[in-house]
């Protein structure tokens, strides 16, 4: 697996619009650590697993109405990323461009 640092600019639709913020990754073997940035708001990433292109993990957002624990699983395209984010809130679809050019 290759080892990596890169950042994403996301979009997420949600109820009340498009949010977008960013996503800021570190891979490393099998483990997947950085910050998730949305709604204003930064909170790191825990517990992150890799597998080829698959990755997951969790945390928790800190929101006007309190902490929003989330748990995200998502792929890795070229140049992009999709994820599934879920919250006791809703399940989110979120879309992600990456900022840096993949060097091959």
Request: glycine content about 12%.
């Amino acid at each position: 697996m290759e080892n990596l640092a890169c950042t994403y600019v996301l979009e997420m639709e949600t109820p009340l619009g498009r949010r977008r913020g960013t996503l800021k990754l570190t891979l490393l073997g099998g483990s997947v650590s950085g910050e998730l940035t949305l709604f204003t708001r930064t909170a790191p990433i825990l517990d992150g697993h890799r597998s080829g292109n698959s990755l997951s993990f969790r945390g928790e957002m800190k929101t006007l109405a309190g902490a929003l624990p989330y748990q995200a699983n998502g792929i890795l395209r070229d140049n992009g990323l999709e994820m599934e984010i879920t919250t006791a809130r809703g399940h989110y679809t979120v879309r992600g461009l990456r900022t840096e050019k993949r060097r091959d």
